[in-house]
Structure formats: C-alpha cells, structure tokens
C-alpha cells in the first residue's frame, strides 16, 4: 500500500462518510497522550505566514506544480491541462482544469462510446484552487494509488501520454496523440528539440506522406494503397488505423520466418470501393477511428497456416479468404470479434 500522508487526508477531506469513518478510526486508537500532543501543535498560536502567491492558470504554472506534486514528466500533465481546459480557459468543476469527474459540477461532457462521440451529463469535482486540482490528478494518476500503478512508470513523456490511454484516463482513442502534439508544439515554440526516444515514428505518418515512406519496418505506405493516388489517405486516424494493422502484419511476417509479405488490398476508399465490387459497408474504406482492413499473404507460406495463425492471434476481424487466395485482416466499429467466409 502506497504511503498516505495525513496532510493529504485533510486537504481532500470533505465530510463524506468513509472519510468520517476513517477519522474516528484514528482517533479510537490513538493513545491518550498522542491525541493531547496533536492538540497542542494544532491549536498553536502562530503568525500568519504570507498568503504565498497563487499558481499561474498558465503552462508554466502548471508544470510548476506539477513538478511539486511528484509528476516524473510534468509537461504531460500541462499538456492535459491545455487540452481538456482549452488552455485554461473552461472548466469542468470548479477550478478543474482535467475533467476529473466526481461529487461536484453536473455538466454535459463528450466521450467516445461505442465506437462514436456522445454527449452525456456527468459529475465533476470542484476544486478550491488550480494547486488542489493538479495535486489530485498527479496523486491518482501518476503515482502508484491503491492497486494503481501510476503513469509516472513511463520511460519517457510520449510513453507516459500513451499509458493515461491504456489506464483508462480518457475514452477518446486519439488523447495520446494530441497531447504529444501539444507537447511537440510547445518544445518548438521553446526553442527545444524532442529527445530522440520521444520521437516516435507514428507521429510522422500523415496522409501526405510519400508512398516510400515506411509505415513499419517492413511496410509501405505505397503498398497499403498500391501505389495509387486514388488509394490515398485523407484522414490523420486512417493512418492511424494502418499503423494498427501493420504492427500486426510485422507479427505476421516474423512468425513465418520474415518472408515477403504482399499486400493485395488495402485502402479503399469510396470511389475505388465501388469500382472493385466491395461491399459498401466495407472496412477497407477506412470510414471511421476503428475501422480499416488489408487483405495479404506471405510468399513462400502456406495460406491455410497465415490464416489459422491470425485467427488465433489477431482480436478483431479475420476473413477467411484463404481459398482465394489472401487473408483479410480487419477491424470495424467497437472493435469485435468477427470471422466470416468468402
């Protein structure tokens, strides 16, 4: 169990019953002469110390306080704060610059749900200063909180936004990406330069990019779309959705001893969709966050065998096009399971 500090206790005290319960607990089994020293240092008349100055709603101020609060990477947290806040300007709760819900402010919030953005009426907490609310989020968050392990385990910043993903921080599938954006973007404006760990090469993948460019090792942009202008991306999460699906491919092709992987289809958008017969309902149109597809087979691999070893392996969509030839490998809204034949 991670180490409590009364201080704490009393910052975040509220009066609510497990609190109370809590409270009385420490005072049944403090000893008589515990519970009078306590009492002299608590009432102890002192002078006032000066009202310290309060924390800028600012990045600066933000990352100074969260640097206090024990953030191993604080320009995270900043970057929460610019994007959940509109760089401090809206607020959830009172002075919750995060959204951190709870006993509060009921407003209506946007999460992604089901594979789509809906509005629902949730409650947020309200703070009594800016200093309170980065002390909670980085205490819940970032450290290790009850059988939490806190962000802070990250080896670098870019690791740290991905792991408030993975730890169920926020439902929007893009939130690691735009918060190292913003990070991205402050470095610049700063004059400093990301450390080359941070860099990752997902982040330079955009619809633009040239053909040659490897999404993967072993993976082209030009052959996730044949090579045709017509097959290009135009939307920064299909990319996204291809770095998914080649990540996967990699897999593939290290299980069956590196062979050539060969792409027969990729991205098909509307268009192009039509045009070759596909379903309309297709998940090689890339339509939304979660959906895309490829089709492939391995070079000197059995099908049957690629086939056999992504229905085991891969969680989504698998298409039994074997007998034709490829392996359909894919994903659609909500990301289920599905398996069909041609």
Not at 52 to 70: L, M, R
Not at 109 to 120: A, P, R, S
Not at 329 to 338: A, E, S
């Amino acid at each position: 169990m991670e180490d409590l500090q009364l201080l704490n206790a009393v910052r975040y005290f509220k009066e609510l019953p497990h609190q109370i319960d809590a409270w009385k607990w420490l005072d049944k089994n403090l000893t008589p002469e515990q519970r009078k020293e306590f009492t002299l240092h608590y009432r102890k008349e002192t002078k006032q110390p000066k009202p310290t100055a309060s924390v800028p709603n600012s990045w600066q101020g933000v990352c100074s306080i969260a640097k206090q609060a024990g953030a191993k990477y604080p320009e995270v947290v900043a970057a929460q704060w610019a994007l959940e806040s509109g760089w401090g300007k809206n607020t959830s709760g009172k002075n919750n610059f995060f959204g951190l819900k709870g006993s509060g402010s009921n407003v209506n919030t946007q999460e992604f749900l089901n594979g789509q953005w809906v509005t629902i009426k949730a409650g947020f907490i309200d703070f009594p200063d800016i200093e309170t609310c980065v002390y909670y989020l980085v205490d819940r968050w970032y450290k290790d909180f009850g059988r939490f392990s806190g962000v802070n385990r990250a080896s670098n910043r870019n690791e740290c936004a991905r792991l408030l993903v993975k730890e169920g921080y926020a439902t929007d599938p893009d939130y690691a990406t735009k918060l190292i954006k913003i990070m991205n973007q402050q470095l610049q404006a700063s004059g400093e330069t990301p450390k080359l760990q941070e860099i990752t090469h997902e982040q330079k993948f955009i619809p633009s990019s040239p053909f040659t460019y490897k999404i993967t090792p072993h993976i082209t942009y030009g052959e996730f779309t044949l090579n045709e202008e017509a097959r290009r991306f135009t939307k920064q999460y299909q990319c996204n959705t291809a770095i998914e699906l080649c990540r996967f491919l990699e897999r593939v092709r290290s299980a069956f001893g590196n062979k050539p992987l060969i792409i027969t289809s990729g991205h098909r958008p509307p268009a192009v969709n039509a045009a070759v017969g596909g379903a309309s309902n297709s998940e090689h149109l890339f339509s939304n966050e979660t959906t895309g597809a490829v089709d492939f087979y391995i070079e000197g691999a059995s099908i049957y065998d690629v086939q056999d070893w992504c229905d085991k392996n891969w969680p989504y969509s698998v298409g039994y096009g074997a007998d034709r030839g490829f392996v359909h490998l894919g994903m659609r809204l909500g990301k289920p399971r599905v398996r069909w034949d041609y």
